[in-house]
T-cell receptor
Framework: AQSVTQPDIHITVSEGASLELRCNYSYGATPYLFWYVQSPGQGLQLLLKYFSGDTLVQGIKGFEAEFKRSQSSFNLRKPSVHWSDAAEYFC???????????FGKGTRLHILP | DAMVIQNPRYQVTQFGKPVTLSCSQTLNHNVMYWYQQKSSQAPKLLFH???????NEADTPDNFQSRRPNTSFCFLDIRSPGLGDAAMYLC???????????FGPGTRLTVT
């Protein structure tokens, strides 16, 4: 069965430090991968997506993610975090046989001043 | 700007009193979704519409119903809310030619 694992429930980084959020997926076919961000009390905003092609994808707000098929990973990175990046981050995989996406359980990012 | 709108943003209802949440979109997407999200959890898909075709998740309680009168609007009806139905309800849309979903800001439902 398809699944998405985000091994870190909470991550704390200092403002200005680099960030990497981990995501591993289990999916038999070519995955469609997403990262969403959710600020408190808000809906989910799409940060970036991967369907095919270049395995390093750029997103909004200075985020990027790298697809590594050999590791079944799609980790999210940012070279320098800002206090406004504090939020919940969800990795998700889309299934091309139906209309659904499967979310990981999320990683809550805390920023130290 | 094209967007997904949810009203109201906050809804308080009494135990057992029917409530309706609404979602509208200006993206002209043909697929619309309703999710339930409880605190510190991932969104849980309740059902979705592919055009006019309704698709219910197997574990969605019968207490939850949905209507989609046209492309732009979709409603979530909770017939007899229980305390366990207190949650954030998220609407999302998708163009069926693509895979990404676009979310509204959500409606926070409180059941007293």
């Amino acid at each position: 069965a398809q699944s998405v694992t985000q091994p870190d429930i909470h991550i704390t980084v200092s403002e200005g430090a680099s960030l990497e959020l981990r995501c591993n997926y289990s999916y038999g076919a070519t995955p469609y991968l997403f990262w969403y961000v959710q600020s408190p009390g808000q809906g989910l905003q799409l940060l970036l997506k991967y369907f095919s092609g270049d395995t390093l994808v750029q997103g909004i707000k200075g985020f990027e993610a790298e697809f590594k098929r050999s590791q079944s990973s799609f980790n999210l990175r940012k070279p320098s975090v800002h206090w406004s990046d504090a939020a919940e981050y969800f990795c998700a995989v889309g299934r091309n046989r139906d209309d659904k996406i499967i979310f990981g359980k999320g990683t809550r990012l805390h920023i130290l001043p | 700007d094209a967007m997904v709108i949810q009203n109201p943003r906050y809804q308080v209802t009494q135990f057992g009193k029917p409530v309706t949440l609404s979602c509208s979109q200006t993206l002209n997407h043909n697929v619309m979704y309703w999710y339930q999200q409880k605190s510190s959890q991932a969104p849980k898909l309740l059902f979705h519409y592919y055009d006019k075709d309704f698709n219910n998740e197997a574990d969605t309680p019968d207490n939850f119903q949905s209507r989609r009168p046209n492309t732009s609007f979709c409603f979530l009806d909770i017939r007899s809310p229980g305390l366990g139905d207190a949650a954030m309800y998220l609407c999302a849309t998708r163009d069926s030619r693509f895979y990404e979903q676009y979310f509204g800001p959500g409606t926070r439902l409180t059941v007293t």
